[in-house]
Structures are given as C-alpha cells and as structure tokens.
C-alpha cells in the first residue's frame, strides 16, 4: 500500500487465506477476479510452481512465491534470492569479497540463499543442518561448492566464513534460541538471520555487540517485495527508511 500510493498507483494488495484443496481454483481463477499477480506463502509455494511457469530460480529453488501474468500465461518466479542477495548489498557492501560462507539450515529458504550466493561466486558454502541427509541432498543439488556438514562441525567453519547466514527458525519468537559463538568469526565476518521476529535476533544483537556487520530478517522481507510489485504495476519500487519504519510499526503490533 505504502508503494501503491507513494508511486501515485490505483490498486490494491489484499490477504486471503486459501485452504489446499481449494488452491488451484484460486489460481485458476486469479484472472477472472482481477488480479494481475499474488505472492503466495506456505503451504502453497510448491503447488504455485507447478501450476504455473517458473523461471530458473523459481525451478532451482523448487518453490515459487511471485506469480504473474505475461502474455496472459500465468508465470511464477522466487524472489527470496534477490531479497536476501540485494539486501546483504544495502547493509553489507562487498560482502562477497569472502571465499567461504556458512549457512546455518537446508530448508526451503537455505535453497532461496545457497542458489543467490553461488550466482554471486562464492567459492564454497558450507551447509550446516541438524538433518544430515537434508544438507546431503541441497548439496547434491547444488555441486561441488557446496559442503554438508553438523552442528558439530561449527567450532571448525566458524573461524573460516566470512559470511553466517542462519536459515533455521532457530531465535524466532516462540522458538528454541541459537546456539553460535560469534566470537568464533574472522572480525571482518558479515552475519545474516533470515528470522525477523524478533527484528533484532539474539544473534544479530551479538554480533553487532562484536562490531561484524548485519543484515536482519526484515530487509530480506522488503527488499524481496521489489520484484513482485514491478512485475504486477511495472514500475521498480525502493525500499526506503519510511517503509521499513511502517511495517516495524505494523510488525510490533502483531
Ligand atoms: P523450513 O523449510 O521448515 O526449514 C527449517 C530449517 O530450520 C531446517 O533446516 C530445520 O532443520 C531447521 N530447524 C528447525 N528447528 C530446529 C531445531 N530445533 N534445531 C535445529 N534446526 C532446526 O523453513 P524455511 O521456509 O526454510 O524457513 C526458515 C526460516 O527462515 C523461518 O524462520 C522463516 O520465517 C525464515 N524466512 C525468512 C524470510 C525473509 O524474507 N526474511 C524468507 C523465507 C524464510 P531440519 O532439516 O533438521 O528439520
């Protein structure tokens, strides 16, 4: 909304809640009702990829959460790589410069982060779950850079990543905390948490409290809402300090 107006935009965003077995109607039915796009969120990503076309991020991912009409076909993308790509970019600059980078988790939002990091060049991604075989797999998937590993094996990856990225739902309000001594990292180490409730994780608060750079949750969420609304109005819109300031307003009355 806060884009719609500041653009100068007629439109809307609205949420609905859409039981499985009813999915593929919605889709089927996205047009009809109007509608030039959707984000879609759990438990439908998969479903919206194979009911649409996906583009090779959305494929690479295995989930979509963008789908659009092109041509009048229904397309769909995932736009959580460039989310946590470009807003490790606005927080974080020359992030990249790191060779190796750890990432905490191999669900589906590590698939999101290990495809945008290897877009990026790192050279190796260390992969660290507390499901072996889950890591295995995302790694088969992926290649040679990328290394699965134990949360046993943190002691070691720490002082060699340049860049810790915690995927897991692990410091999420409600949830188990993290477990990671960031006082294990090289001191010109860049830490991201994809959770953004609470905004400030405890470990983004440790790692700030060591003078590393951040990048938290929230960025992620805005800066991967660019894509979809320039696909659906087609005008590229900025994640400003304003917008962000609304939805921590929204966010701390939830
Ligand atoms: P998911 O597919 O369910 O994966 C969850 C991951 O967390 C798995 O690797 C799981 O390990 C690990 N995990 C969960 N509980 C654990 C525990 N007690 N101990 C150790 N590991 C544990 O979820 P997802 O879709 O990837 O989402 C993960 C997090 O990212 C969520 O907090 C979500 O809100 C956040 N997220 C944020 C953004 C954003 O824009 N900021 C975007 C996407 C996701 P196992 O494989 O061993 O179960």
Known sequence: HY???????TGGYVIEAVPPDEF?????????????GANVTIPHKERALSLSKPDQRARAVGA??????????????????????????ACASGWDRCDEALVLGAGGAARAVVFGLLDRDIKRVHLVNRTLDRARALADQFGAAVSPA?????GE????????????????????????DVGLLPPDAVVADLVYVPLETPLLA???????????????LLHQ??????????????????????????????
């Open 24 to 36: 593929q109607d919605f889709v089927f039915r996205l047009s009809l009702r109007g509608f030039v």
């Open 206 to 220: 440790a790692s700030r409290a060591r003078g590393l750079k951040t990048a938290d949750g929230l960025g992620m």
């Open 64 to 89: 979509a959460n963008t789908l659009w009409f092109k041509d009048g076909e229904l397309c769909s993308t995932n736009t959580d790589v460039e989310g946590f790509i470009n807003n490790l970019d």
């Open 225 to 254: 809402a660019v894509r979809g609304f320039e696909l659906w109005f087609g005008r590229r819109p900025e994640v400003t300090s304003e917008l962000r300031a609304l939805v921590e307003a929204d966010l701390a009355n939830t």
């Open 150 to 154: 134990t949360w046993d094996a943190l």
């Open 3 to 9: 884009w719609l107006r500041t653009l100068g935009i």
């Open 157 to 180: 990856l720490l002082p060699r990543a340049g860049l810790l990225v915690n995927t897991t739902s692990l410091g999420m309000k409600g949830q188990p905390p993290l477990d990671v």
